[in-house]
């Protein structure tokens, strides 16, 4: 089954402390990107990565950090979560990004709070 | 200024009646695409529809279509006959750039609810 996995689905966690959200597609996409949603403000970009080796920033990219050393895998770290981090955070993939309407495969989505 | 926008917070809706969900965007991009995602309540973001900028016909999916109209900037989602599963959350995005610095832009989102 074509899927996009992310871990953990919940995390409370306080500040200051190092924190991973792993996201794994097995789709063999080459896109993937990360996204927070926040009421009123829908989904914004925070990192995004076109292949192994390459990621460049969103919209709202401080305080994240991401990697992407295998195609499957592209992890979100935030080295110091504050509590304006706490959101819902959203890892996504697609095929070809540009010209075919790749649809994006969404995670199942990570509820952080920040205290 | 906002790329993507979405001025109905919410809508109420009989089942088995057609609803509109409005979406206006912004761009200078020539080459772009147009998604509409549902949001239930369980979380998970669901694709329902795509229009590409150069296509010449407006996209259709089972109930769902997407009334394009290019002038104007509009990307309307039309849902036909309505379904208490239907109600949800609503967003439309847009994908632009090219050449490494695609993205997804999304609107706020709209909420949806059917009536039975």
């Known amino acids: 089954e074509a899927q996009v996995t992310q871990n953990p689905r919940y995390l409370i966690t306080v500040t200051g402390k190092k924190l991973t959200v792993t996201c794994s597609q097995n789709?063999?996409?080459?896109?993937m990107s990360w996204y927070r949603q926040d009421p009123g403000l829908g989904l914004r970009q925070i990192y995004y990565s076109m292949n192994v080796e390459v990621t460049d920033k969103g919209d709202v990219p401080e305080g994240y950090k991401v990697s992407r050393k295998e195609k499957r895998n592209f992890p979100l770290i935030l080295e110091s979560p504050s509590p304006n981090q706490t959101s819902l955070y959203f890892c996504?993939?697609?095929?070809?990004?540009?010209?075919?309407?790749?649809?994006?495969?969404f995670g199942q989505g990570t509820r952080l709070t920040v205290v | 200024a906002q790329k993507i926008t979405q001025t109905q917070p919410g809508m109420f809706v009989q089942e088995k009646e057609a609803v509109t969900l409005d979406c206006t965007y912004d761009?200078?991009?020539?080459?772009?695409?147009l998604f509409w995602y549902k949001q239930p309540s369980s979380g998970e973001m669901i694709f329902l529809i795509y229009q590409g900028s150069y296509d010449q016909q407006n996209a259709t999916e089972g109930r769902y279509s997407l009334n394009f109209q290019k002038a104007r900037k509009s990307a309307n989602l039309v849902i036909s006959a309505s379904q208490l599963g239907d109600s949800a959350m609503y967003f439309c995005?847009?994908?632009?750039?090219?050449?490494?610095?695609?993205?997804?832009?999304f609107g706020k989102g709209m909420k949806l609810t059917v009536n039975p």
């Open positions: 789709m063999n996409h080459e896109y």
């Open positions: 995005a847009m994908r632009e750039g090219q050449g490494g610095s695609e993205k997804l832009v």
């Open positions: 761009t200078s991009d020539p080459s772009y695409g």
């Open positions: 996504a993939s697609s095929d070809d990004p540009i010209f075919y309407g790749a649809e994006a495969f």
